[in-house]
C-alpha cells in the first residue's frame, strides 16, 4: 500500500510541472464556475492526494476521498456517440482543447504518439471546447490526428468540471475510473509526451 502512495506522490509532482513550464490559453468571455462543486474544487480540497498536508508531510491516500469520475454521453467528431462508462477497464487521458488555443495544438502530436505505442492500455479523449463542428472538422484533416475527438459545443462535458476556463486542461483517470489529477497548460510535445507517459504509468 506505501508503494502505491509513493507511487501517486510521484505522479502529482510531475503533474504539478505542468503549471511551471506550460502555458495555457483563457477563454475569452467564459467566467470561471463555481469550483468549490465542482471535481476540479473537491480535487483542490484533497490536500492528501494533490499535496503536501499542513505538518508538510505528504498524507496518505484515504480510499474514500477518490473522486469518481461521472458517466456522461459523448458525440464524436465522426457523428458516433458513447458512454464514458464504456472505457472503464482503461486508462483515459481527458483533454480540453480548441483549434484557437495555441499550446492545446503544440501538444496534440504527444497525444497521437501515446495512441499508437498504448492502444490497448489508454484511451485519448479529446473534447473540443465549444467550436463549430465543420471547424474542428478542417482542423483535425489538416492533421489527420486518428484518436476520438469530442463535440461539446453546449458545454455539456466542460460543465462537469465547473466549466473550463484555461486550456487546455488535461485529467487522468484510472483503469477503475477514479481521478489521477487534472492540470492546466501545456509545454511542447515531446516535453509533454514524457511526462503523460510517466504520469499515466506506460
Request: aromatic letters at 8%; charged letters at 20%; proline letters at 3%.
Amino acid at each position: 500500500m506505501k508503494k502505491r502512495n509513493k507511487n501517486k506522490t510521484a505522479i502529482v509532482v510531475i503533474l504539478c510541472m505542468f503549471l511551471a513550464i506550460g502555458a495555457g490559453c483563457g477563454i475569452p468571455g467564459q467566467k470561471e464556475g463555481d469550483l468549490d462543486d465542482s471535481i476540479l474544487g473537491s480535487l483542490d480540497n484533497m490536500g492528501g492526494q494533490q499535496g503536501e498536508g499542513a505538518d508538510g508531510q505528504q498524507g496518505e491516500e484515504n480510499d474514500s476521498e477518490k473522486i469518481l469520475m461521472p458517466d456522461f454521453e459523448m458525440t464524436f467528431l465522426d457523428g458516433g456517440t458513447a458512454s464514458f462508462e464504456e472505457y472503464r477497464g482503461k486508462k483515459v487521458l481527458l483533454n480540453f482543447w480548441a483549434t484557437w488555443c495555441g499550446p492545446c495544438v503544440g501538444e496534440m502530436p504527444a497525444f497521437q504518439k501515446l495512441a499508437d505505442e498504448y492502444p490497448e492500455e489508454l484511451v485519448i479523449l479529446a473534447v473540443n471546447c465549444s467550436e463549430a463542428q465543420s471547424t474542428v472538422q478542417k482542423f483535425n484533416q489538416s492533421k489527420g490526428y486518428t484518436f476520438p475527438i469530442i463535440l461539446d459545443a453546449d458545454g455539456a462535458i466542460q460543465a462537469i468540471f465547473g466549466g473550463v476556463t484555461s486550456l487546455p486542461l488535461t485529467v487522468i483517470i484510472d483503469e477503475e475510473g477514479y481521478i489521477v489529477t487534472a492540470s492546466e497548460g501545456a509545454a511542447d510535445a515531446d516535453t509533454m509526451y514524457g511526462l503523460y507517459k510517466e504520469a499515466l504509468g506506460l
